[in-house]
């Protein structure tokens, strides 16, 4: 039953992103570029989305998972150097491509060779990633 | 164009219906970054299958609707160069944060999360940053 919800699950997450218009890198690198000519579909999508997860999250505190024994832990609240290297990274190439990892997947097979470039050098950078992180993280113990 | 908010709208609720679900059914964070690097760098070999389906959805899916509406825009810059260097990063860096629009964004920010806010402020910033460097200085996109 886990793996048919996680298939449903995928299915609307990538249905969303399509309606939402945020497997267009147009409107991705639109809501980016507040120098040019700004698009603010990406806030209303964010708002949109946010909505229903914060109910869900408020049904965490009175109720149990369907199919699991309990509900993820809270992470470590503590803002590490990572999360920012990481998030600035991230967020640089996210401005390049106007593609994120969900979007990527989602227009995979309407994205032409382009997005299949772009899947295959993020599957890459995903697989150099630790490497990555272990020398960050030799980098920050030696100074 | 002036309806696009409407489509972002209700595109953005039905994927927080489905970060709902994943959360209320399976006690899991739909992020996509976290699910997909979980499949590539074998960290998350335990649950491949529940990983696996997630992908398969999300890729096939969305093929199929976009078929039955007669196509749909990607607008995906030709420039092989950039889509490389930007898939780099996103790759690095979405794992490095442990996170992404998704997970951070959608996830992150539903439950107040300080990491998520911070993560989406600095990926947003950089983003912001990288469309008017690579955009309006260098017109490479």
Redesign the interface.
Known sequence: M??????????????????????????V?GW?????AW???????????????????Q??KT?K????????A??D?R?GR?????????????????????P????????????L??????????????R??TR?DQMATAS | MHI??I????????????????????????G??GI??GL??GSGKSDW???A???????????I???LMG????????N?A?????????????????G???G????G???L???GI???G???????????I???VLGV?
């Open positions: 886990r793996v048919l919800v996680s298939f449903i699950v995928g299915a609307t997450f990538g249905v969303g992103l399509l309606i939402s218009g945020m497997t267009n890198t147009n409107k690198q980016l570029d507040i120098f040019g698009d603010p579909t990406l806030a209303f999508v964010m708002g949109g989305a946010i909505v229903p997860m914060a109910i869900a999250w049904l965490t109720r998972p369907v199919f699991a024994d309990s509900f993820p809270a992470p609240p803002i990572n999360l920012v290297i990481g998030s600035t990274l991230f967020g640089a190439g996210w401005g390049l491509a106007g593609l994120c990892p969900g990527a997947v989602a227009s995979l097979s309407y994205g032409g060779i382009g997005g470039t772009f899947i295959v050098a993020m599957l890459l950078g995903m697989l150099i990633a630790p990555v992180r960050l | 696009d908010w489509y972002g709208l209700i595109g953005g609720a039905i994927i927080g219906i489905a970060g709902a679900i994943f959360l209320l059914f399976n006690a899991r964070i739909m996509a970054s997909i690097g590539v760098d299958q529940e990983r389906a997630m992908v398969a959805g999300l890729f096939i899916v969305p093929g609707v976009a078929l196509g749909a825009q990607t607008n995906v810059t030709g092989l950039v889509l490389v260097a930007a898939g780099l990063l996103v790759g690095v860096g979405t794992r490095l944060a442990n992404c629009t998704s951070h964004g959608v996830c920010i539903s439950r999360s300080l990491r911070v993560a989406t600095f990926y947003i910033g950089a983003g912001g940053l990288s469309v008017v690579f955009k309006h996109i």
